[in-house]
């Protein structure tokens, strides 16, 4: 099955879009240290964002010069979405920020009524959000002001997909549901087997998620009838990547592995990590594909690059052990946490 492809806007290393240009072999050009744990970074405007389990958010140049530093009320999980010269995160505190990229100034706060561990996404003029209390929530993107708010039946702690005016999303509870952009209201609602950290991956092939009972769905992006599901065995934390052909995917288990979008059926599976660590292990770092590479990591040990076609491994830097952060890559760099509290930047080698 050959599908068009078409990215939604969320977070480049937090949903598998297509980053163009960028493959092995890289150096790393710089190191930004913190005293907690740098959560996955987002690059944009010539610097890389990023928060930390310290209640900070953080920009910085991609020579790992400090540009500002914000204070939140609690530890933040997610990533900071950088969307028409603003950055969006949510925080343990309850609270959805909105910052202005450049100096990191507070725009606006807003309140939910439990941690926000997601990553927000944009449609239109307005910025989506969902949060534990088992609601998702959509502000003028602006001044914050509310502009809907439904409830999806149980927590949220993944990040929203948008595709063509339609959000998705799985929940806690083992639902995953489509939401009209504009207005909240539901499109459908189905069952998964398993509750879902990760986020739903979408493009014209469908919409695919992993359940933390170790399942990976496949929906029809239209009805959402389940068209397949592989049982993977161990938990899935870790959201896919899609290409028109093919879903990438790691597990609880230790390896990425590399689906047919069509039917599940397997192309190629490959070992993740410096094989230092006990074999499998809790794995929430989410693949990215790029030209005719997927990049995964910090990760069991790793952060590593394989052949898109093959899965043959071509690119590895060793970090501090594992990490539920993903990497980022935008402006000729490679971003990523060492699975503790150093921010690395990666350059190409020309």
């Known amino acids: 099955m050959k599908c068009g492809f078409e990215h939604f806007r969320v977070n480049l290393q937090r949903t598998g879009v297509l980053a163009e240009g960028f493959a092995p072999p890289v150096w790393l050009a710089c190191q930004f240290l913190i005293d907690d744990e740098v959560r996955s970074p987002t690059i944009a405007q010539g610097r890389v964002y990023f928060a930390s389990l310290n209640g900070h958010a953080y920009a910085v140049t991609l020579d790992g010069e400090l540009v500002w530093s914000f204070k939140a009320g609690a530890r933040i999980n997610g990533s900071l979405a950088i969307i028409d010269g603003r950055a969006y995160f949510g925080c343990n505190d309850h609270g959805f920020y909105c910052l202005d990229a450049d100096t990191g100034a507070l725009i606006w706060r807003r309140q939910a009524r ?197 899965g043959e491994k071509m690119w590895a830097y060793t970090v501090d052990g594992s990490s539920s952060s993903s990497i980022a890559i935008g402006d000729d760099v490679l971003a990523s946490s060492t699975g503790g509290n150093r921010l690395l930047v990666f350059r190409r080698t020309r």
């Not at 959000?129 to 003028?140: Q, T």
């Not at 959000?167 to 509870?173: K, R, S």
């Open 114 to 310: 439990a941690a926000v561990q997601g990553n927000f996404a944009a449609h239109a003029d307005m910025v989506m959000c969902g949060a534990y209390d088992g609601v998702v929530y959509a502000f003028d993107s602006a001044s914050g002001i509310p502009r809907w708010q439904t409830q999806v039946g149980s927590g949220v702690n993944c990040s929203l997909a948008v595709l063509n005016g339609v959000i998705y999303l799985g929940t806690n509870g083992g639902t995953v549901h489509a939401l009209d952009a504009c207005t909240g209201s539901t499109v459908w609602q189905a069952d998964a087997p398993g509750g879902m950290n990760a986020t739903c991956a979408v493009s014209a092939c469908g919409l695919f998620i992993g359940t933390r009972t170790g399942q990976v769905c496949a929906f029809d992006i239209a009805t959402g009838t389940r068209r397949w599901s592989v049982d993977f065995g161990p938990r899935i934390f870790a959201s896919p990547a899609l290409d028109a052909d093919f879903v990438y995917i790691a597990s609880d288990l230790g390896t990425l592995r590399r689906l047919h979008a069509s039917d599940g059926s397997l192309d190629w599976e490959v070992a993740i990590g410096t094989g230092i660590l006990p074999p499998g292990g809790q794995v929430w770092t989410c693949p990215l594909v790029a030209d005719g590479v997927v990049w995964i990591g910090p990760a069991l040990g790793e952060i590593m690059a394989v052949q898109r076609a093959t």
